[in-house]
């Protein structure tokens, strides 16, 4: 069965610093990948998503992440953080769809904290 | 605005009180989907509907219930609330098609049972 690992459970950070936050996931044919982040008291949204094509995927808030099939990784980046980027971000994946569900599988979750 | 709502966002019952969490999309999406989220096992899939009519269990379904009559609303019911079913739930929602697409969560829902 699939599974996401984010190798870290907190990542604390000064303002303006770069950062990364690390996922792995088991391998498979194909996957296709996602973050989402979490603010505080509010619910998941998408920061970006890899389903094919170029393996550099730029999303939201200046976010982006690598996809790297031979590492099963794929790793999110900022150059440069704010402290509006606290938030607890998740890595999932996602199966081609067997059957009808199309569940995402989810790491336990990055959380980050930007410090001034 | 697009946007999936649950209601109550904040819920503290007793044990074996029935209650209902309300969850409603106004995106015309086929898909909707329950989970809980709770520290150390991140987020868990309990029920999902691929349309009106059509649920299945997800990956911890005992002691939920779901319905699917309309396509823009999947209340999640608990028949008889037990304390291990404290958690925060959400409700989520998405389009269908041959590659998966953003799946739009609601805002959430704390639930404790006492």
């Known amino acids: 069965a699939q599974s996401v690992t984010q190798l870290d459970s907190q990542v604390p950070v000064f303002e303006e610093a770069p950062v990364e936050l690390r996922c792995n996931y088991s391998?498979?044919?194909?996957?296709?990948l996602f973050w989402y982040v979490q603010y505080p008291n509010q619910g998941l949204q998408l920061l970006l998503k890899y389903l094919s094509g170029s393996t550099l995927v730029k999303g939201i808030n200046g976010f982006e992440a690598e996809f790297n099939k031979s590492q099963t990784s794929f790793h999110l980046r900022k150059p440069s953080v704010h402290i509006s980027d606290t938030a607890e971000y998740f890595c999932a994946v996602s199966d081609p769809p067997a059957g009808n569900n199309r569940k995402l599988i989810w790491g336990l979750g990055t959380s980050l904290a930007v410090n001034p | 605005e697009a946007q999936v709502t649950q209601n109550p966002r904040y819920l503290i019952t007793v044990t074996g009180k029935k209650l209902t969490v309300t969850c409603s999309q106004n995106?015309?999406?086929?898909?909707m989907s329950w989970y809980r989220q709770d520290p150390g096992l991140g987020l868990r899939q309990i029920y999902y509907?691929?349309?009106?009519?059509?649920?299945d269990k997800g990956d911890v379904p005992e002691g939920y219930k779901v319905s699917r009559k309309e396509k823009r609303n999947f209340p999640l019911i608990l028949e008889s609330p037990s304390p291990n079913q404290t958690s925060l739930y959400f409700c989520a929602s998405s389009p269908i098609g041959p590659l998966p697409y953003e799946q739009y969560f609601g805002p959430g829902t704390r639930l404790t049972v006492t």
């Open positions: 995106m015309n999406h086929e898909y």
């Open positions: 509907s691929m349309n009106v009519e059509v649920t």
């Open positions: 391998s498979s044919v194909s996957v296709y």
